[in-house]
């Protein structure tokens, strides 16, 4: 069931390299400041699990895209704000010292412990179509971190119909056969290639795997340098896979 081709073939607008403004608002879920992005009538929305280091223009960006590229497929999208204003600090990653990796790792083992942020989910889920009982179908986007909360969020009994992870962190490949659901995963060239094979061969569901084998970790998001041409062009090449992806599958 894993599918071969490139998913790219949706057209999105230009990426804005630097200054971009948003194009959504600020609301609250479940007690949680959260960027909310489409129009309020689509039927279909999304829920994005940013990284670590939290609201990033082009993690925001990345969610106008989503929104309302396609002028017949529009999707509500919203990004919670899981950290409670408190992120990690991007100058952190990489941890390429001592000091750095001591921050990361207290950061990963409380507030972006995994579990925490999984059971919340769909509480959130539940609270956005309270208010809005227009939404008849939900996919699920992670970054990094947000990649692993994903995997974990996918399981028997999800809320989402399609999942995808992006740059995913901690991949393990004893977290596949638990997946319910149709799952793109877009490695870069910093995920462990050998786990992401293992991965995917442990999936029972609809998959497609694409590598991006010259983008770093967060290339999707908040590490994303889109003055950087091939960085943009990549970053472009993502969000029309993921379009692709849940106008497929939702």
Known sequence: MASQHSLACCTIPPV???????????ITIDGLKTYRTGPADAKHAI?????????????????????????????QVFIPDFFEGNPADISWYPP??????????AFFAGP???AKTVSRIPKIVDEINSKNSGISSWG???FCW??????????EGTKFKAAVSAHPAMV???????????????????????????????????????????????FMAARSNLSDARVKEEYTRGYKTVLSWFHENL
């Open 146 to 155: 947000g990649g692993k909360v994903t995997n974990l969020s996918s399981t």
């Open 96 to 105: 390429d010292n001592e000091e750095k990796g001591k921050k990361l790792g």
């Open 172 to 218: 393990d490949p004893a977290d596949a056969p638990k997946v319910t659901i149709p799952y793109l995963m877009l490695p870069s060239k910093d995920e462990d290639k050998e786990a992401v094979k293992a991965w995917q061969q442990g999936l029972k569901v609809k998959n497609h795997v694409e590598l991006f084998d010259d983008q770093i970790h967060g």
């Open 140 to 142: 699920i986007l992670g």
């Open 112 to 114: 972006a412990a995994p």
């Open 16 to 26: 804005v390299s630097e200054g971009y403004e948003p194009k959504g608002e600020y």
């Open 47 to 75: 829920l994005i699990v940013f990284d670590i280091f939290g609201f990033f223009p082009q993690t925001l960006q990345g969610a106008d895209i989503l929104a309302t590229s396609d002028k017949d497929r529009k999707y």
